[in-house]
């Protein structure tokens, strides 16, 4: 069920909608509760160490607490793990800014990652550059309106290791060379670029509550985590009415031979947040 118009500044959406379509991405304001992200952080940690509220585990995890402790942690769909993780990925102020900011009428999670980046600097916490449809165009048809929330769950500042944007990149179309897992340095050298295109990349840095918006193709990437405090987030991966699967896709095995679109009718899994 949509959330109040209330909770939208009109003046500012037009804003990040503009900043959306101009640089392909935009940062929302606050919008999940102090009283949510307090609540939120013990369990996330109780999902990393095996604990599964619900009794379903979640779809498969890179980088348990115990296997590598200074990686990046990604858990893939933990929301089907966890109530509260639910609440948080689903609350309605995620769904109206989104689509406030893209004219969506119908707003749906096809997937979700859990992400938490350890402190002390370690390189194996980085993210190498790269877009996001790379790992999603054997999922979707060509066009389809595809992006991700980006959800601070813990404040996010330069030393955290934020993630950065190359704002203009999503009109350089699907890029050889991307590298979720590769390190920032070696994945950038491998991102073949476009004729007169420019890299420049800005900062992501945001406080807890506040969430990044991206286009599929918009490059981005992250440094390691220099700050004394792990790094908490949602990837919530989504689609609006403007998209659609491609048939018998079969299973992707660049998505870990999983097919996250098998679910789409499954409201614990892919619930749609803004719409009918």
């Known amino acids: 069920m949509p959330a ?99 004219g969506a009428k119908r707003v749906q999670v096809w997937a979700v ?55 203009g990149s999503q009109r350089w179309g699907l890029l050889e060379g991307s590298d979720f897992f590769g390190s920032v340095d070696e994945s950038k050298r491998k991102i073949a670029l476009p004729p007169k295109a420019e890299w420049q990349d800005v900062s992501g840095a945001m406080p807890a509550g506040a969430f990044s918006l991206h286009h599929c193709l918009t490059l981005h990437g992250s440094q390691p985590n220099l700050s004394p405090s792990p790094r908490r987030s949602f990837a919530i991966h989504l689609c609006t009415e403007r998209a659609a699967p491609i048939p018998d896709r079969g299973i992707d095995t660049k998505g870990g031979g999983y097919d996250y679109l098998g679910h789409l009718d499954d409201p614990a899994i892919c619930p749609v947040i803004y719409g009918a």
């Not at 392909?24 to 604990?51: K, N, Q, S, W």
């Not at 790379?134 to 992006?147: A, E, H, K, L």
Request: one cysteine or more; glycine letters at 8%; proline letters at 10%.
């Open 113 to 167: 990652q859990m992400l938490h980046k350890p402190p002390g600097g370690d390189a194996r916490g980085a993210v190498g550059w790269h877009q996001d449809l790379y790992y999603w165009n054997t999922w979707w048809q060509p066009g389809s309106d595809i992006f991700t929330a980006w959800l601070a769950i813990s404040d996010v500042r330069e030393e955290s290791g934020p993630m950065h944007f190359v704002p």
């Open 4 to 102: 109040p118009a209330a909770l939208v500044d009109p003046v500012l959406a037009r804003e990040k909608a503009a900043q959306y379509q101009r640089d392909g991405f935009c940062i929302a304001p606050p919008v999940v509760p102090p009283e949510l992200l307090a609540r939120v952080i013990p369990r996330m940690d109780a999902v990393r160490h095996g604990e599964y509220e619900t009794g379903r585990k979640p779809l498969n995890s890179w980088a348990a607490p115990d296997d590598a402790p200074g990686k990046l942690s990604k858990i893939d769909q933990a929301h089907v793990s966890d109530r509260t993780i639910y609440e948080t990925i689903t609350h309605p102020a995620i769904g109206e800014w989104v689509a406030a900011i893209t």
